[in-house]
């Protein structure tokens, strides 16, 4: 990157965390808890969003947005599964800014809702560096991608409050090392836990529902 390219993307950022504090300051009012899902393309995101919805939509409020290049073929999955969702088409671009947030909003009930996850678009590079004003992120991993990941991706393992490491039910058949995996997000992130599930067999589903509904109840009790 040259001097101008670097200063463009300084002001970019800028104008983001802006954006981004305003949209944080909103939710607060709304006692919303909201998760920016972090991932490469078919990790799962949208599958775990759907079995999320499914599973535990009857006790918590949940509202969507999802982003993608193209479609609407997300949202009108969770949608399905029974959960509000709101679709933003990037076209070309790699990732949602807070902009792109906020103007989506007039489709979200944000009093209705308990949690607002926003399903980024699928890669692991420019999400990472994108405030959405969430309250957490979740990177979901999955084995198929290969243990190497983490260390490849390190800001977004940074960014991470959850790592949720999914499809375990494949393992079997990949040379994936959940202990390199977990190895490289401790040395980036010693903090940061890893969860291990199968959407398909329902493997550690309920502790993820279980640390959902902690999250959720913990922004609930901070007014
Ligand atoms: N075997 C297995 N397949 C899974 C699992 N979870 C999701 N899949 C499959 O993985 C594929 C991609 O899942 P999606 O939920 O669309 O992934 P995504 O991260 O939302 O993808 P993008 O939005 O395109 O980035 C689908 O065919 C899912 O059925 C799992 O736990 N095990
Ligand atoms: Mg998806």
Redesign the pocket.
Known sequence: MNEVEIKLRKNILAKNEEIAAHLRELFAQHRLMVINML??????????LEKTARAVGHTLAIAVIAG?LQTER?AIRIRNAGAAATQINTGRGCHLSARMVADALPNVDLDAADVLFI?NV?NLVCPASYDLGEDLAVV?A?VTEGDDKPAKYPTAIHKADLIVL?????APYTNFSAERFRLDVRKIKPTLDVLE?????GAGLQSWFEWLKTKVEQKQALH
């Open positions: 991932s490469s393309p078919g990790s799962g995101k949208t599958t775990l993608d997300d399903e699928g979901l999955s999914n499809k375990i039910d494949l599930i199968s959407c398909t067999q």
